[in-house]
């Protein structure tokens, strides 16, 4: 059993499909929006798993079963967390990559790095490891981090980190509303982000 996966874009399209539903995390090489090019996607998805060998074995040839319980937190769930390096003044304007987080269960998350060239790492690991990569991602500071902590596929809270600094508000509809509580001390807010997690 492995508990870390690579995958592109096209691949986890395709496992999403395999286990019935849409992948909620960031696809930054396809326009979601796009049925075809969803459909493409997951073709050429398929074939990848069967060059890489990463099917089971069988008459279906689904997608492993490591790909498929990496993949599952992801499938029509609501992140616990999106990070990506921003910059201050524009704040939804991801650069480099992002880091989300799903719950897989109770106890463990997925963790999922994905390049901006569409390549994922795809991870399980406890909640307290999850808030450490976290926490870890929040201290690039590059030159701020954007964290977004859904409670609905259309709102949630989000954090600003800009240096030692945080703005802390929330968003709807891919919009953020002016904060709540700006410029407070980093540690004075990111123990209460992460406790949720």
Excluded at 30 to 56: C, H, K, N, P, Y
Excluded at 140 to 166: C, K, W
């Amino acid at each position: 059993m492995n508990d870390v996966v690579r995958l592109t874009d096209d691949e986890i399209i395709a496992a999403a499909v395999e286990l019935g539903g849409e992948w909620k995390g960031v696809l930054p090489t396809v326009d979601v929006e796009d049925r075809g090019e969803l459909e493409r996607a997951a073709a050429r998805g398929v074939r990848s798993f069967m060059v890489r060998q990463l099917i089971d074995e069988g008459p279906d040839g689904l997608p492993s079963e490591d790909v498929r319980r990496l993949v599952r937190p992801g499938v029509g769930a609501v992140a616990r967390a999106v990070l990506f390096p921003s910059e201050q003044e524009d704040p939804l304007k991801a650069g480099g990559a992002w880091l989300t987080v799903f719950a897989a269960d109770e106890h463990s998350r997925a963790v999922v790095v994905t390049s901006s060239a569409g390549i994922s790492e795809l991870q399980l690991v406890d909640a307290d490891h999850a808030r450490r990569v976290v926490a870890g991602f929040i201290e690039l500071r590059a030159p701020a981090v954007t964290l977004l902590m859904p409670s609905s596929p259309e709102r949630g809270n989000y954090a600003i980190v800009a240096g030692d600094l945080t703005d802390v508000g929330d968003y709807a509809h891919g919009q953020l509303e002016p904060p709540r509580d700006a410029r407070r001390p980093l540690g004075d807010v990111l123990p209460a982000m992460l406790a949720d997690l």
